[in-house]
DNA sequence: TAGTGGTCTAGACCACTGC
DNA sequence: CAGTGGTCTAGACCACTAA
């Protein structure tokens, strides 16, 4: 009664939380157009009149669309209704052949399907090897490594975290250690120096970003990050790449296809 | 200085927020063995007075480590450490066939290497097609469906929801039909009735868990889940299987192995 | 400078548990 | 019944943005 006459025009059970209830109802109203893709949802305070309850309660709602990828904060601004479609990657048998006939990655390939500008940075680096990396490559613990560190966006929005390991001894001195790889990439590099990957293997995770993925990735409130390591193998069995991949969890789904036999 | 005067014996910096910053403290005497598995928190009041914050702050604290599946909270008695270790699963192609051989299914195999006991409840009922399943299935829309539910437990922690689903035509009379589907589970019996899936496809993604997957699967706090849908499909093309399976995304991790051509 | 969301606090009421 | 966490509120201060 203190404040915000129209309090509460919507009816909230009391089964669940008022604050789940309400995400519940700013979700619909997205979903329905009412905001916008690009949009601004009204103020916390605002929001809070409306329906009658506190901000605090506004707050927790807005986090779980947040959560979900549905809304960004921009601090100083508001809250801003998001647009960014869900991006698929594929792993297949097939589609690794498909791909390494590509001049372009198979990012770049999604990207365009959608409709999407792809962009992606590349930074290489010299380092010595982390502990669980070493273990895979087959190297000593300080022996160095090179490190190509990518960072790809779609629509100036950063999707994904790629941090590739190569054994010095073999990817020293050859376009592997320059900024572009060429036609068919890393695989078709490693190929042509005669350790042409045959098995992959990836391992997925969903955690908690970390600080500077937070940042790197632009992420928001209580988003999740998919981490994806493909360990890549010559027919001899050796590793001869570690690629860790980090992505937010929300705007991606993973695609694997095999066959039996 | 009202209360608790033990408070902030812990330096906290300014940026960060305090309660992620308690979250962090918390979790490193989780991991250092301060509170153990299966032993439990301090209140939260008591934890708000020994570092000097609110309740509240505590309470948001709490939150992140409950998300990373670190902790579980049992209403009315507290916050309890949890200890059930990661689980993996693993999809390859010669896996498969070793599968395909064994008397139990890989769910079994890998709680067994884990040291875990597993258990699943299975329910097999005809249901009308979901309209996406329908799609797949290549079945008109209202038609029924016969449907696998299953619900798998490690040590009594639910870990897993799957539903399969089975078109009529193939499964109806069948031991497809039956709880317990006999050695080397739906695959075999598909290939025992001349429809042996052997092109596989999955989809994962990851989200919030709906009411009823939070309750079957005892979810805690923001945890995700990861969803996956998979599709077997024979020789000739057809889409034979449509599974939809449900995990509480901090407690897997899924790993995928292929090979190039 | 006004408005935005981030965060914190003190206090409150609730449902649930175990004694 | 006392203790637990779930949730809500009113009020506050902050950093940041845009006008």
New binding site residues.
């Given amino acids: 009664m203190?404040?915000g006459e129209q309090g509460s025009q919507v009816p909230?059970e009391s089964a669940?939380?008022?604050?789940?209830?309400l995400a519940d109802l700013i979700r619909t109203d997205i979903e329905r157009g009412t905001y916008p893709p690009g949009s601004?949802?009204?103020?916390?305070?605002?929001?809070?009149d409306r329906y009658?309850?506190?901000?605090?309660?506004?707050?927790?709602a807005?986090?779980i669309l947040?959560s979900e990828g549905l809304v960004r904060?921009?601090?100083?601004?508001?809250?801003i209704v998001r647009e960014l479609p869900v991006i698929t990657t594929m792993r297949t048998t097939r589609q690794q052949e498909r791909d390494a006939g590509q001049a372009r990655g198979a990012f770049q390939a999604e990207m365009e399907r959608l409709g999407l500008n792809a962009e992606s940075d590349v930074r290489i680096d010299e380092v010595p090897a982390p502990e669980d990396v070493a273990g895979h490559l087959g190297i000593s613990l300080g022996e160095t490594v090179l490190a190509r560190e990518r960072r790809m966006t779609a629509n100036d929005i950063p999707v994904q975290l790629a941090t590739s390991y190569l054994p010095m001894d073999i990817a020293a001195g050859t376009q592997l250690a320059e900024p572009d790889t060429g036609p068919g990439g890393t695989y078709s590099r490693l190929a042509d120096l005669g350790y042409a990957p045959v098995s992959f293997i990836e391992s997925v995770r969903v955690r908690l970003p970390y600080d500077d993925e937070f940042r790197l990735l632009a992420m928001?409130?209580e988003q999740r990050v998919i981490t994806i390591r493909r360990l890549a193998q010559t027919e001899s069995g050796r590793t001869v790449e570690v690629n860790d991949m980090v992505l937010p969890a929300h705007q991606w789904e993973l695609r694997y296809q095999w066959h039996a036999k």
Same sequence: chains 1, 2.
Avoid: A, C, I
């Fill in positions: 203190t404040h909230l669940r939380s008022q604050f789940r209830q601004r949802l009204p103020s916390e305070p605002d929001l809070g009658g309850v506190s901000r605090q309660t506004v707050n927790n807005v986090q947040r904060v921009d601090r100083g601004v508001g809250t928001d409130g």
